[in-house]
Antibody, heavy 119, light 106 residues
Framework: EVQLVESGGGLIQPGGSLRLSCAASGFTVSNNYMSWVRQAPGKGLEWVSVIYSGGRTYYADSVKGRFTISRDNSKNTLYLQMNSLRAEDTAVYYC?????????????WGRGTLVTVSS | DIQMTQSPSTLSASVGDTVTITCRASQSISTWLAWYQQKPGKAPNLLIYKASSLESGVPSRFSGSGSGTEFTLTISSLQPDDSATYYCQQYNSYSTFGGGTKVEIK
């Protein structure tokens, strides 16, 4: 079955760090563009980051310099390292597969993992 | 940055109605636009890409149109299962989502 399963969310204090994981099955992460999208409680969707199959990465201005997207090809897993976390980073974080055309729309989503930044 | 504005923010309609949601971009995005449906507690689900292309498996009562800066999502013959929030997304330059439109069934 083709699916994405996120993990690693939780409660973290402001200024702390957290690493999210997204395990893929049914397809190869390294052959696809992969992305993270987040949704603050009761709010809309916000694109966070993308990693190309060739390894190039891009970030939203709101997380640039604090978040790092990466992948482990041997584990077929996508990651999001989040440092210097702020209250406004509180959200459900979804990993998503960019369409096979490489146009940046998302044809497969995980269920999401909740990150709460609070003291 | 490209801003995406959706209207209305909420709409209420009856089963069988035709509803239209509008999405406006702050600058031209050609047809690099997608639409998603999200139900409470669930991940978004792709409905339309490239403004008017229907994703495989999506009912044909969903359709999209537009180009440049103005786009519409139309749901024909509204069904109870269509109660959800709908988001547009531009992917002409990085990616930006609209604020969402909540569709309620009367």
């Amino acid at each position: 079955e083709v699916q994405l399963v996120e993990s690693g969310g939780g409660l973290i204090q402001p200024g702390g760090s957290l690493r999210l994981s997204c395990a893929a099955s049914g397809f190869t992460v390294s052959n696809n563009y992969m992305s993270w999208v987040r949704q603050a409680p009761g709010k809309g969707l916000e694109w966070v980051s993308v990693i190309y199959s060739g390894g190039r990465t891009y970030y939203a201005d709101s997380v640039k310099g604090r978040f790092t997207i990466s992948r482990d090809n041997s584990k077929n897993t996508l990651y999001l390292q989040m440092n210097s976390l702020r209250a406004e980073d509180t959200a459900v974080y979804y990993c998503a597969r960019v369409s096979l055309t490489t146009n940046w729309y998302f044809d497969l989503w995980g269920r999401g993992t909740l990150v709460t930044v609070s003291s | 940055d490209i801003q995406m504005t959706q209207s209305p923010s909420t709409l209420s309609a009856s089963v069988g109605d035709t509803v239209t949601i509008t999405c406006r971009a702050s600058q031209s995005i050609s047809t690099w636009l997608a639409w998603y449906q999200q139900k409470p507690g669930k991940a978004p689900n792709l409905l339309i890409y490239k403004a008017s292309s229907l994703e495989s498996g999506v009912p044909s009562r969903f359709s999209g149109s537009g180009s440049g800066t103005e786009f519409t999502l139309t749901i024909s013959s509204l069904q109870p299962d269509d109660s959800a929030t709908y988001y547009c997304q531009q992917y002409n330059s990085y990616s930006t989502f609209g604020g969402g439109t909540k569709v309620e069934i009367k």
